[in-house]
């Protein structure tokens, strides 16, 4: 079935530690982007893709990097985790037009004690 | 800037019952609507799209939404309440010549027996 496909399903990990989100789309979509959900504050744009090669800053991409080598991949990486990092992330993807909806993974709970 | 308003974090109904979820938005030029529904530990599923055409929109699971651009509204209806509508549901705006989408920060509907 074609969709996207992230991993790990959850993490726990030490403040300091580096971790990587994997983030793999089989749909051949231009744009890709990451979304952390926290309660109360919905879903905040972290950072994006248009087009393989090119990726943007989000409402909130402080502590986190992103890659865009090919069409299908899309890692985000959290550099030194802290605490406040604490959250459930989803990674979607899109056509890439204005009409086009996003398609969303099931996401990665991660935990940062 | 874009920007979404969902009024009420939590909405409950008795199965059977009319559903209505109020959704605002904010946009300086025609705008692209979204509504996504989440189930626990899943991620977001499209649920209806307004892209400029016909300005009531029909979705699955027989949801449908009004764009009311005189009210900037696009709330979200359903007849008829069934026990596995209970979900979180997010409203989502997009300006046509803006490729990030924008997510309000959700509203929980609880279902009653």
């Known amino acids: 079935i074609a969709g996207i496909t992230q991993a790990p399903t959850s993490q726990i990990l030490a403040a300091g530690r580096r971790m990587t989100l994997r983030c793999t789309q089989d749909?051949?979509?231009?744009?890709m982007y990451w979304y952390r959900q926290d309660l109360g504050l919905g879903l905040r744009l972290i950072h994006y893709?248009?087009?393989?090669?090119?990726?943007g800053k989000g409402e909130v991409p402080d502590g986190y990097s992103v890659s865009r080598a090919n069409t299908d991949d899309f890692p985000l990486t959290l550099a030194s985790a802290v605490p406040s990092q604490t959250s459930v992330y989803f990674c979607?993807?899109?056509?890439?037009?204005?009409?086009?909806?996003?398609?969303f993974g099931n996401g990665t709970r991660l935990t940062v004690t | 800037a874009q920007s979404v308003t969902q009024l009420g974090s939590h909405v409950s109904v008795s199965e059977g019952a009319l559903v209505l979820l109020r959704c605002n938005y904010s946009?300086?030029?025609?705008?692209?609507l979204f509504w996504y529904v989440q189930y626990p530990n899943q991620g977001l599923q499209l649920l209806l799209k307004?892209?400029?055409?016909?300005?009531l929109v029909k979705g699955i699971n027989g949801f449908e939404a009004e764009f009311k651009k005189s009210e900037t509204s696009f709330h979200l209806t359903k007849p008829s309440a069934h026990m596995s509508d209970a979900a979180e549901y997010f409203c989502?705006?997009?300006?046509?010549?803006?490729?990030?989408?924008?997510f309000g920060t959700g509203t929980r509907l609880l279902v009653s027996p």
């Open positions: 989502a705006v997009r300006d046509t010549g803006f490729q990030k989408l924008v």
């Open positions: 979607a993807s899109s056509e890439g037009t204005g009409r086009s909806p996003l398609h």
């Open positions: 307004y892209t400029s055409a016909a300005t």
């Open positions: 893709s248009n087009t393989a090669g090119t990726t």
């Open positions: 946009s300086s030029v025609p705008p692209y």
């Open positions: 749909m051949r979509h231009n744009a």
